[in-house]
């Protein structure tokens, strides 16, 4: 198999290029043995189509992952030995794939790996972040200290998409039902009332006539514009899977009106909690600043911060690289990262940044959540007018006819 990786040599400098190696292992082991340090390594097999749809059904929710974080620090709070929590933890997981990477976390420590090591080769799992956060508390030996914090985060994280997912359920349920009548009565009531419009010869509204148009080509052409819209669906899904699409998905949500501002205070929010528990926990700052791009969620707050982080290596402030990239971090982020810097209280002030954004974040959703019904309500009310008078109207002209 052929692997994709960027590292750094001793020297720091960046290298990118492909391996050949028979697993993700191997690969591990021919680069660390070339003295490099790894960022990231991903497979450069074309993957298929049917492989990304099953890999949807081997993904453990982030609920999931929170709780046994959570159980795995009380555990070793306790003093229970690392493999003794494990096993414990395998026999009260419930969920099937968590369960198996578990056991598989057993096994590799047992035969001698460390417990980020076993992680590593679990990426679909575990994040970048997670992983870099265990080996740093191996190192400091705080591992249950750590393992805690992941559990507050990950707790964090979870309840934050939790609000926004609980306060989208609501307007998606209500558009797609009012879709379905919407669908209903443009493809099947119309087309028969259209002959008694004709018959008897009154005049007809404009909106009725192109309701009365468009039933009539979804009721001929309703199997095409099925087969049409899911090749579409398709395509753009195929399409947003790729680097590129991802750059464009990401833009496209960072630019949009009120959710943008949502996305890029969750992303500062996320990048400066990670980057601050880094940072307490001894990675330099380049480094911190690599790792939390790749556990921000998005490829162009990635790609920023990677510069970000070069910029650093040549000396630059944190700050002065930030205020580089001001479409994607406020002024008060480098602000109070300047003030960090000068009284040595990086860490600190990030960690004031994450707390601040997360409660803009939470009150933003909030605001979201009060206005969105109201406003899809009216939204809707005007849209049911509109297709009532479709249907009255004509039906009055009909009646003063006679």
Request: charge should be negative; hydrophobic fraction near 50%; aromatic fraction near 10%.
């Amino acid at each position: 198999m052929k692997f994709r990786y960027n590292a750094r040599t001793k020297q720091g400098e960046l290298q990118t290029g492909f391996v050949d190696a028979a697993n993700r292992d191997a690969a591990l082991n021919i680069l660390t043995g070339h003295e490099l340090f790894i960022l990231s390594l991903e497979s450069a097999e074309t993957i298929q189509w049917y492989q990304r749809f099953l890999d949807l059904f081997k993904r453990v929710k982030p609920g999931d992952l929170m709780i046994f974080t959570r159980q795995l620090a009380t555990l070793l709070d306790a003093k229970i030995s690392l493999a003794d929590s494990l096993r414990n933890l395998y026999k009260q997981t419930r969920n099937p794939i968590l369960k198996e990477t578990i056991f598989e976390l057993s096994s590799d420590i047992d035969s001698g790996l460390s417990l980020s090591q076993a992680m590593e080769r679990h990426p679909h799992i575990f994040s970048e972040f997670y992983t870099s956060m265990i080996r740093s508390a191996e190192i400091t030996g705080r591992l249950e200290e750590v393992s805690a914090f992941m559990a507050d985060y990950l707790e964090k994280e979870v309840g934050l998409l939790s609000r926004v997912r609980n306060a989208l359920i609501y307007p998606v349920l209500v558009i797609v039902l009012f879709t379905a009548v919407v669908g209903i009565m443009v493809g099947v009531v119309f087309p028969q009332l259209e002959p008694i419009f004709a018959e008897s010869q009154a005049p007809v509204p404009a909106v009725t006539r192109i309701l009365l148009g468009a039933g009539g080509f979804i009721a001929e052409w309703w199997l095409a514009l099925l087969v049409i819209l899911g090749i579409f669906i398709f395509l753009a899904v195929d399409y947003l899977n790729t680097k590129e699409g991802k750059i464009v998905s990401d833009e496209i949500r960072v630019r949009l009106p009120v959710i943008g501002d949502l996305y890029k205070k969750l992303y500062v929010a996320r990048f400066a909690e990670s980057t601050s528990v880094l940072i307490r926990g001894g990675i330099p700052i380049a480094q911190s600043l690599e790792i939390s791009g790749h556990n921000i969620g998005s490829i162009i707050y990635r790609d920023a911060l990677h510069e970000v982080a070069e910029a650093v290596r040549a000396g630059q402030l944190m700050s002065q690289a930030l205020a580089e990239h001001e479409n994607y971090f406020p002024p008060l982020v480098y602000q109070m990262v300047a003030v960090g810097e000068s009284t040595g209280k990086l860490e600190a002030l990030l960690s004031r940044i994450s707390s601040f954004y997360t409660r803009e974040v939470d009150d933003t959703v909030a605001n979201l959540v009060e206005l969105i019904q109201p406003a899809m309500m009216v939204g809707i009310g005007v849209l049911v007018a509109i297709l009532f008078a479709a249907v009255l109207l004509p039906i009055y002209n009909l009646a003063q006819s006679f």
